[in-house]
């Protein structure tokens, strides 16, 4: 049995990847071969409020938590609160159900929509982008992407050599299709008219590698202003939800907010975790692998009761 809080089932490939780099058909598939296998899918419930963590330790011998890494990382800067600026997730996932033919009273603010919008997305790797190509689609007046991070080489970077995952410059389709880059920009505030983002304030910053780590100093004489009707933060998730189902079943933390595990299990004998649960924010290809592995400790687990 598999809970799933959305009306659709898919996680993050269903509502977090636009469809033009994800068709959802694909998807599909693969949860007709999983009913077909005899997996029970429940959308539409959110286990922690719709069903208790006590419910689901008495009706199920083994219980697997599976919930990705939905705290997002936020900006400490005024302005984060006015209308027009919003998480990059909320983002997606408004217009991933538009394109699915969901009803608009699912899909939330209709301010999550850049047509005709000075877009600027804050943050610079795989959600970003899919921000970006969104936005583009969307009809967005002009799109400006920053990241905080300088700007990788193009092709070999002596930094994280090889078998390390190369820091190298990656331009994606969305970016091809047309949006301003820059790197090494610290956003310092987001200007608002009455209550509605209008104005991003920014500088640009040089990272100095110290004794205590890498730092960040403001570049002097860089400061600048730029429209902004539309922001989008993609900058990241910290951890699994805490509030609700992790909480009410008391398991333990690791010091970055994830749940631990030892080979797969909990702190509470019966509950499993795996993926970006486990793991914090990553790559499908991991959460897939966590997955796997987890269902095969649980198979052993499960036989030895």
Not at 110 to 125: F, N, Y
Request: with cysteine; charged share 25%.
């Amino acid at each position: 049995m598999l809970f799933e809080k959305d009306d659709r089932i898919g996680g993050l490939l269903r509502y977090g990847i636009p469809d033009f780099k994800l068709e959802k058909g694909i998807i599909d598939r693969r949860l007709e071969q999983m009913v077909a296998e005899g997996v029970k899918f429940e959308p539409g419930v959110e286990v922690g409020a719709d069903l208790s963590g006590r419910y689901m330790r008495k009706m199920f011998d083994a219980v697997c938590l599976a919930m990705g890494a939905g705290r997002p990382r936020t900006l400490d800067v005024p302005g984060v609160d006015l209308t027009g600026v919003h998480m990059a997730m909320d983002y997606l996932t408004r217009q991933n159900r538009r394109v699915a033919g969901d009803s608009p009273a699912k899909s939330a603010d209709q301010t999550l929509d850049a047509v005709g919008k000075r877009v600027v997305v804050i943050g610079g790797g795989d959600t970003g982008s899919d921000c970006v190509g969104t936005a583009i689609r969307q009809g967005a007046r002009s799109v400006e992407q920053f990241e905080v991070l300088p700007k990788p080489p193009e092709e070999s970077n002596p930094q994280t050599p090889w078998p390390q995952w190369p820091n190298i410059l990656r331009t994606s389709t969305s970016h091809e299709e047309g949006c301003g880059r820059r790197w090494s920009v610290l956003t310092k505030e987001l200007v608002g008219t009455g209550g509605r983002v209008t104005e991003l304030s920014g500088c640009e910053i040089d990272w100095n590698n110290t004794p205590d780590g890498w730092r960040m100093t403001e570049r002097p004489g860089t400061k600048f202003s730029i429209p902004a009707e539309l922001v989008l933060l993609a900058v990241g998730f910290l951890h699994v939800v805490h509030p609700g189902l992790v909480e009410e079943l008391g398991v333990e933390l690791d010091k970055r907010g994830n749940v631990l595990v030892t080979n797969w299990m909990t702190s509470r004998a019966g509950i499993f975790a795996a993926g970006d649960t486990v793991k914090g924010a990553s790559l499908v290809v991991h959460a897939i692998n966590q997955g796997q592995l987890a269902a095969a400790t649980i198979d052993r687990w499960l036989k030895t009761r």
